[in-house]
């Protein structure tokens, strides 16, 4: 009796345990003064949030970054294991001073300023550039500008349509009547919306720091040091910069592989063609890398991780078979091209400007066949005809397929001892 | 030269002897051989299945498996090193002879290693062997690892050789090597596995276990020699020198200080067949 009481209460608190899990009980909110950055990661803009528990906050070094002081509601997500900032319920500004201090000696002190993102290709279309002050605000006049003409011109297309589709009426009406119609009615040209974005203007505190370890913290309007802001600050660089390459199987091509370091051998099997795209590459610590987009995210200080920045332009591959220069190869556009039929299959073809000049290509890549033996290294050309730096990666065809040699051979120094045993034993 | 030393020389030479003669050096490198030709064939099948395959390393792979075969030959080698001849009693008549407990350590000590050296000798003729087959190639990493896993050989060498201190029968340390070693090379496995899974998939429970694995294994890194070997390997596949120096000192004070208990639990235990 008692062990079947004990088996229920067990699967009761089983129960409740999982239930919470399953159904995610509201977490328990708190008030928290926190940092809520828009820092650059060397692509585009990240926004960070570092809740108290978090006391250092991490930068990229020369660039300018956002900062704002915010009170939220903090809770903590157990399924993603981080703290989340609840906006909606609380976004209050904290704060009139931010001071930077090198060691104990105060050496930046920035006051708000008008700031906005411009996005030139769209909101998703990367290249953010961030503009304060006077900028910002034109930047976004520009903007608001742009949408206003943008809206006048659909209002007036859809009037144009309206007259248009009316116009269409009546030319068919006199060709059914069998009466002499005239020319067709032209359509009118759809206005084309903004492709650039700029966000409305905010206040916060911009501004760049060299390399170095800082310390931060905001003031209230009485000059006082608002409880809580202060943390530690690090601006970090890069250490390395480089070439790394997404390298795409013509029989894969949906499938890239990327070769960040100089290391990375890139193994081929046996003969076939890789597409090359090379891109700029800074590489940083992992640790701090991470921290910058993500703060609550981990990473190895002792670790370094490769990052593609923009696709490296105006450069040239050359590879090289036992140190003398076998194809120097250029960057040319690629189509894929689907195998007609039912069959499956397609073909990568080079995209010819002069017999498609309004086609647009799937990739541009720089490609290379690969010998089915040897070794090869590809390094990277500049204008200049520099070899560019960590720019090189080895090339080797995989020779052979068959792996039953390899297993056969690993029972070779088995054979050797059988042959010491016996010599041993011959002898004694 | 003194006694001892003389007295060294002349055990290793006898064990090496009889090492090199036997056949379970050999048998230990077929199998490093066997497990590495499974991880080779495995990057055969991903560069003929995606085309492609880029890695800075391939041969370190292997080679952490063919280390881990090795070491755990030179564990067994040294757990029943001492037991074997204390069960035998010539060890007991070893002491009527000019040697003391300090040069039976070493020597037992520094013959793991010449077997350690041998395997691994053998396991990178073949190493030799398949990158030149299947055109891998090799890199300097590969150095650097092999000269790791001597630092790594001898921390499972010491900590073998102190089971063997404490037991008289060769069963008994043979036993406690398999529990002791079972249960930290799986408990490192466990936690590796556990920290590939994301966050966001595990449940709670799992997650307790997570954090109770870590303070675990914290405490165990420093009484592991698994934990050296691991973090070495990881330590020439991040490229980090601090990591790879750190752990080759770490390595080397685990074998002086496995070593030197060695001798007073040899001392303390004595020499005689309980």
Redesign the interface.
Known sequence: MKKRYLISCFLLLFLL??S??VFGAAPPKRREIVYSLNVWDGKDYAAPFYPASLDTIYVMADFENVYSVKETLVYYW????EYMADWDSLNKDVGETLEVLKGNQVIGEYKKVDYVFYYPKGYWGGGTQLYTGEKARAKKKEYDKATDRYWKEVDKYYKEYNEYNKKLQEFYQKIQEGKPAGKIPQEPKQPKAPTFYVTDVSKAYVFSLPVGKYTIRAKDKDGKVIPGTVKTLIAFSHRREGIGYN?I????WT?P???N?S???????RE?T?YFQPYKEWEFNELEYNKLSKPQSAG?S???IWVHMDRASKIRLNIFSKNSLIAQIRERPYYVEQIPGSALGYNIRLLDRKEYPYATADFTAFKFSVPP?G?YKLVAINENNDIIENSDR?I??????D?R???I??????I???I??II?RVGR | MSYRWVAIKSIIKREARSSFFGLGLYIASTIACFVSAFIFNSYINTVEGNNIMVMASPLNTPLFYAVIVAALYTAISSSTALSREKDKGTLEVLFYGPVDHLSVILAKFFEDIISFLIIMILVTLYFVYTAIVTNLGFSISYLYAFILSIFIAGSMSSFGLWLSSLTARIRTSVLLLIVIMGGLLGLQFLHNYILTLKPENLSLSMVYIMGILSNVLRVIRWASPFSYLMNGINAVALGSTSMYIENMLGAFAYTIVLLTLSVYTLKWKGVRKL
């Not at chain 1, 199987?249 to 894969?252: C, H, L, M, N």
């Not at chain 1, 051979?409 to 088995?414: D, E, F, H, R, V």
Request: hydrophobic share 40%; glycine share 4%; net charge negative.
């Open positions: 345990i999982f919470l899990e157990p399924i993603t294991r390298i199987p013509e029989s894969k499938y592989e990327t070769a370091d290391s990375d051998i890139i193994y081929q099997y076939g890789l190895r002792d670790r370094w033996t070794d080895y080797r065809p995989i020779t052979t397929t792996a040699n390899i297993f051979t690993s029972i070779a120094p088995l050797i001892g059988i010491i045993f041993r």
